[in-house]
């Protein structure tokens, strides 16, 4: 069972700047948990971060048919691209949104998600231990559907 763990703007600098709203594990740390944390559930992890929503959206396409699930941190594009929804719905992949930070105790505008609506389930503010959980999630959710 392949996972895609998607990573959008800025979260290639995690640890390195922010750390009281981010935390100090960086992205190749929390990769790297993802990958043990499937490896420990029979399943595999690819991750991918980009800046670009476009290079986004070309991942999630080439994920169509190979990955059976996707745990996505969309970044600022979770509150602004329609494009990247598009592209999930497109996959019709299961997917977990996490974010870092608790979105809703911060600006207003952090507050909406535009892929939300799409996910099987969220997980925010529980720091980078939330990509584990949305990981866990998403596995026993798709092996519970088989
Ligand atoms: O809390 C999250 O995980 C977010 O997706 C992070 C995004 C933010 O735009 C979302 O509203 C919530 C921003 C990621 C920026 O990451 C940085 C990491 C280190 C230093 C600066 C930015």
New binding site residues.
């Given amino acids: 069972m392949i996972i895609g763990v998607l990573n959008g ?3 290639n ?2 640890g ?3 750390p009281a709203v ?1 935390g100090t594990t960086t992205l190749d740390e929390i990769v790297a948990r993802c990958g043990a944390v499937a490896a420990e559930l029979g399943a595999e992890v690819r991750a991918f971060q980009s800046n670009s929503e476009g290079a986004l959206i070309d991942q999630l396409h080439t994920w169509r048919g190979v990955a059976c699930g996707i745990v996505i ?4 594009y ?2 602004t691209s329609l494009a990247l929804r598009d592209a999930l719905a497109a996959t019709s992949l299961p997917f977990v949104e ?4 608790n ?1 809703y105790a ?1 600006e207003p505008e ?1 507050r909406h998600s535009v892929l939300a609506s799409g996910a099987i389930g969220l997980v ?1 503010g529980l720091g980078a231990s939330g990509y584990e959980f949305a990981l866990r999630g998403l596995v026993q959710t798709l092996r519970s559907r088989s």
């Fill in positions: 703007p800025n979260l600098l995690l390195t700047r922010e981010y941190n969309a970044g600022a979770t509150h996490v974010h870092l930070s979105v911060r952090r925010c």
